[in-house]
């Protein structure tokens, strides 16, 4: 760290490369250690992510946090019954399937919310929700704040 604040101080030739490389390499110490840490008992999107099924499942989400997905339909994408899906899910992730997306969306709103200048509503749509009031009152009970005065802080 203190050599990244000194190539950025410095100004020298090449520090943004530098500096994107390096960003790149502490992502992955952050993962290395905590693997490190990480035990078989732990739920959570890493283990997840191990799981074929389950994987597929977590990509489809990310990938298309907008689609209209349910248990079943995630549970169809990915070639398992909707009661093996959602146990396995839960087990793997420790939260259920539309607990995790919507939070996802939720999160994914958020970045939305700090990074443009689009209206509520069309965030809302890009996220998954049918209207701008559901998706208020998601981000509100998860936030505790509705999007706009999220926004404005």
């Not at 969306?105 to 890009?126: G, H, Y």
Request: glycine share 8%; hydrophobic share 40%; no cysteine.
């Amino acid at each position: 760290m203190r050599y990244a604040a000194g190539e950025l101080t410095a100004g020298r030739f090449a520090s943004s490369n530098l500096m994107s490389r390096l960003s790149e390499l502490l992502f992955v110490e952050a993962m290395r250690q905590y693997s490190v840490t990480y035990t078989d008992q732990d739920g959570g999107w890493l283990k997840g992510i191990a799981d074929p099924k389950i994987g597929r499942a977590l990509a489809s989400i990310h990938h298309n946090v907008g689609l209209p997905w349910s248990a079943e339909s995630l549970a169809r994408e990915v070639s398992m019954s909707r009661s093996a899906f959602v146990d396995r899910f839960t087990t793997l992730i420790g939260v259920p399937p539309i607990r995790y997306l919507t939070i996802w969306r939720l999160q994914a709103a958020k970045v939305s919310l700090r990074e443009t200048r689009k209206p509520i509503d069309q965030i809302a749509e890009e996220v998954g929700y049918g209207s701008g009031e559901a998706f208020s009152r998601a981000f509100r009970r998860e936030f505790g704040l509705a999007p706009a005065r999220w926004r404005q802080r």
